[in-house]
């Protein structure tokens, strides 16, 4: 394997014309730079030099190595500034994959202090719902999840995410969003059996399952009119008085729900937000920065 130490030494022979010439360009003694070229010779396996009197000039190899030292010197040169600059969070790329409510509302406010904080760090945003955000993490498709699970809720697996660092942000409650018209627009809460007559708008796959799991519990099946993994429409569809829907609070926060109330669901149901990240990425600058502003954008920091 050839040092790039040794390069360096090499090229300060070629260019001096000696080893005691050498040694002070570096500022070493003569003997450490005979021992670094013989080093150099042993591992490459052909002299570099030919010695002759008070001459030495290079072998045919010695010149093709001088030759392609410069720009392999440069280029380490380079890598080795560029990590520096990315551990000193002068530079930096995070992937970050987040649900939409969570995209719409603690999302900005960390990107915008990130950038305010290290602007030469890139963060990159794609959406995606847990569990596909989850495996997007551990196929090495992104840096950072923002993900959720709901708190008891029936396939939550314990341990689930035990080969990931996490890291809590908040506790997220759902809410009852009804048309402004309807009965229980005006109360303080509602317990959910109260809105088993009612037509449904469901969210996302996995916050409908969570509906229909916690109504079961209740004692009824809901009717789903209509399914959106649009919260914005959801929100439409309930103030045009087409039905209500279960919501999380995040996901009112970042609708202004025009024509709908929202309603504390009694008994409560939560969902624990967390943002998900490897091991080995958890030491990096740049995803250490982005998990630091999410947990205070959420309060929790």
């Given at each position: 394997?050839?040092?790039?130490r040794h390069l360096r030494v090499l090229r300060a022979v070629a260019a001096t014309g000696s080893f005691s010439a050498a040694g002070r360009e570096l500022g070493c003694t003569q003997p450490a730079v005979s021992q670094q070229m013989k080093a150099l010779e042993t591992s490459v396996g052909t002299p570099l030099l030919v010695r002759g009197g008070r001459e030495?000039?290079?072998t045919q190899a010695g010149e093709a190595l001088v030759r392609h030292a410069a720009g392999i010197l440069a280029g380490l040169t380079a890598a080795e500034e560029e990590v520096?600059?990315?551990a000193g969070l002068r530079a930096g790329r995070v992937r970050l994959v987040s649900f939409p409510s969570g995209s719409s509302t603690l999302v900005p406010t960390a990107l915008a202090a990130l950038r305010a904080a290290h602007p030469g760090t890139r963060v990159s945003l794609v959406e995606a719902e847990p569990p596909r955000s989850v495996e997007m993490l551990r196929e090495g498709d992104c840096d950072i999840a923002l993900a959720f699970r709901y708190e008891g809720a029936a396939g939550v697996q314990e341990g689930e995410w035990d080969d990931l660092v996490v890291r809590p942000l908040l506790t997220d409650r759902l809410v009852a969003l009804v048309p402004e018209r309807n009965r229980l627009a005006r109360a303080g809460s509602v317990a959910i059996g109260e809105l088993a007559?009612?037509?449904w708008i469901a969210g996302c796959p996995r916050c409908r399952g969570q509906l229909v799991e916690v109504?079961?519990?209740?004692?009824f099946t809901p009717r789903i009119d209509f399914a959106t993994d649009d919260y914005p429409a959801v929100?439409?569809?309930v103030g045009a008085g087409l039905g209500v829907a279960v919501l999380p609070q995040l996901a009112i926060e970042s609708v202004r729900p025009r024509g709908a109330r929202a309603v504390t669901l009694e008994p409560a149901v939560r969902?624990?937000?967390v943002a998900l990240t490897l091991p080995d990425l958890a030491q990096v600058p740049a995803v250490t920065?982005?998990?630091?502003?999410l947990a205070t954008a959420a309060g929790r920091k």
């Open positions: 394997m050839i040092e790039a030495m000039r290079l520096a600059a990315i007559e009612e037509p109504c079961e519990k209740a004692g929100v439409g569809l969902r624990e937000i920065a982005t998990l630091d502003q």
